[in-house]
């Protein structure tokens, strides 16, 4: 009972750090151009903020014109939540009305609580918590922030940019305990910040990706899987 009420504590903290996100994109949206239904239809419908926000800056740079490359971006930054579907589908449940339901809340933050949890049935809960809770606290304020985005004025002003990178990264950081996962972590974020200026949105988050593909794949600084039977033959 202890560890369930842990595990709800860190998903409504992921929930609170990322629903205040969702005040930046509302404003952020309607600066763009955006009407506050349009800036509301696109939490409810798309909810990725990563993709949202991938949308919205397209969209305010070049207008009507750049919509099929803000819808381009947007799908290129939305593609990561088709792997976190295949690593989450034994996880929600096994039946189908299940693993359909969890299709729209399966993102960044609802699968990192989930799979930081040993315990599968821990893992739903993690994960049912923080997808639900950061759905319905983002398009909240996702209308907060479009209703009083002049008021507001630049949301980085109030910090409103880094609060769900750095609720994901608090949710990384425990992890950050063998050779591999730093190295793969390093050298991601490198890539990805390295190609940023040279790349459509969308792309230096996938291409990073491969990085973590090919050291999973290779195992490189990894443990040999022969060392780990060796040493557990030693010691039973």
């Known amino acids: 009972m202890n560890a369930e009420r842990e595990v709800w504590r860190e998903a409504l903290g992921v929930v609170l750090a990322t629903s205040a996100y969702g005040v930046s994109f509302g404003a ?3 600066a763009s151009g955006l009407d506050v239904w349009q800036a509301c239809v696109l939490s ?21 014109s750049a919509l099929p490359s803000a ?12 792997a976190y579907g295949m690593r989450m589908s034994p996880i929600v449940g096994t ?9 729209h809340f399966t993102i960044d933050e609802s699968t990192a609580v989930a799979i930081a949890q040993s315990d599968p049935r821990l893992r739903r809960v993690g994960f049912w918590v923080t997808g639900v809770g950061i759905f ?11 209703l009083v985005g002049d008021v507001l004025g630049e949301p980085r002003t109030w910090g409103l940019d880094a609060a769900a990178a750095a609720a994901f990264l608090a949710l990384l950081w425990p992890r950050l305990v063998q050779r591999q996962a730093i190295a793969v972590g390093a050298a991601a974020a490198v890539v ?7 790349l459509m949105p969308g792309l230096p988050v996938l291409v990073a990706a491969v990085v973590a593909i090919v050291v999973g794949w290779f195992n490189w600084l990894g443990r040999d899987p022969r060392s780990v039977e060796r040493t557990a033959g030693e010691t039973s």
Do not use: D, E
Not at 192 to 198: D, G, N, Q, R, W
């Open 28 to 30: 952020l949206a309607v």
């Open 44 to 64: 409810l419908l798309m909810f990725t903020g990563g993709s949202q926000f991938a949308f919205v800056g397209v969209f305010a740079a070049g207008g009507i």
């Open 71 to 82: 819808i381009a971006s947007a799908a290129l930054l939305g593609v990561r939540n088709v």
């Open 95 to 103: 039946t189908r009305s299940r693993r359909v339901a969890a299709a």
């Open 136 to 146: 319905i606290g983002w398009n909240l304020t996702t209308l907060v922030g479009a």
């Open 192 to 198: 990805a910040a390295s190609l940023t200026p040279l």
